[in-house]
């Protein structure tokens, strides 16, 4: 989930069963049982305010999660417990950050070899950003990823092979009122690149919220960086011509590195065509750099420098149309 995630989350998951036994006791049949999960917290400080206090300490994730899989490999059960506030350059995530809720919960059988079928609260496989930011190159989130699906109640089911990987799912959309919402995708490797396309569908006549989104992700290597290149196109129902549709274009390089310092590099740009999607920016663009420490394999400390300009005055109470900003992280991934 580092960075391709949906190619991950598509796989065969990992999980538990038990059966009960008798009066007193239980048996338990999974095998190894996985602690995963990790933290992250650091100052954030920015020129000027959106929904939150600028300059402030935060604790940015905490996720605990825990997988298991049944000896046979037939059942297998994901769960994570903690807090991602998900904050992003438009500073418009979960803004309750002191609750500890259960994250997802996913319930997995595979029925004949190469299907899954999965059931329960479960991250989309529609996204490259991961919502917890210690699994991201970078301490805050694009402005493309405000409106790509986070988790959600949904059924789905899944084949894959070596090659590729395809699933169909149908799920509650819980960051548009509930709504209904149904989804299909593919990811796998042609020669080296890998790729994900997918395509999600809520229904519903509501301009604010029937929507359709459509995204295309390429990752390969170029000039010895790893590249990533992310297209996302909404479309809303039954809104005007002039305004119902939206796209974004985010790129990934991983930068150059020396010895345990990296300079990951991500590039956006955004239109929301009047749609209010990216908060009513209008045309955008962004740019983050992150010089990174790695201290281990698993802990860091790294500095967001960030800059984004919008078309519209939608920053500081609707006065401002450019942001800064620059966050100190530190972080661990179990």
């Not at 919220?209 to 990752?219: A, C, K, P, W």
């Not at 955008?284 to 960030?306: C, H, K, M």
Request: proline fraction near 4%; hydrophobic fraction near 35%; charged fraction near 20%.
């Amino acid at each position: 989930m580092n960075t391709m995630k949906y190619i991950g989350l598509a796989a065969v998951p990992l999980a538990m069963s038990m059966a009960p036994a008798h009066a007193g006791g239980f048996i338990t049949e999974f095998g190894d049982v996985e602690i995963a999960g990790g933290a992250a917290g650091g100052y954030y400080a920015a020129d000027k305010d959106v929904t939150r206090k600028n300059d402030q300490n935060r604790l940015s994730d905490f996720l605990l999660s825990m997988d298991a899989t049944s000896k046979d490999e037939r059942v297998s059960l994901s769960a994570g417990i903690g807090i991602q506030p998900a904050y992003n350059l438009l500073d418009s995530g979960v803004v309750d950050e002191n609750s500890t809720d259960l994250q997802y919960a996913t319930l997995a059988v595979h029925p004949l070899p190469d299907w899954t079928l999965e059931l329960g609260l479960m991250p989309s496989n529609i996204g490259y950003e991961d919502t917890a930011s210690f699994y991201n190159a970078h301490s805050i989130a694009s402005v493309q990823s405000t409106m790509q699906p986070g988790y959600s109640p949904a059924t789905r089911l899944t084949y894959g092979n070596d090659t590729i990987s395809v699933y169909v799912e149908q799920k509650d959309d819980m960051d548009l009122d509930s709504n209904q919402a149904w989804a299909t995708g593919a990811m796998g490797t042609m020669g080296n690149i890998e790729y994900a396309i997918g395509y999600q569908n809520i229904s519903s006549s509501d301009i604010s919220s029937g929507r359709s989104l459509f995204e295309l992700i390429l990752s390969g290597n170029l000039a010895g960086m790893d590249v990533s290149f992310v297209f996302d196109q909404h479309k809303l129902t039954d809104a005007p011509a002039d305004a119902d549709h939206a796209e974004s274009v985010a790129l990934y390089f991983s930068g150059p590195s020396f010895d345990d310092i990296s300079i990951p590099v991500r590039l956006e740009s955004f239109n929301d065509h009047g749609t209010d999607i990216y908060g009513g920016s209008g045309n955008g663009q962004s740019l983050t750099v992150t010089p990174t420490w790695n201290l281990s394999e698993n802990a860091y400390i790294r500095t967001d420098f960030s800059f984004m300009k919008v078309e519209n005055n939608i920053l500081d109470n609707n006065t401002a149309d450019s942001r800064s900003m620059i966050v100190l992280q530190a972080g661990y991934r179990i």
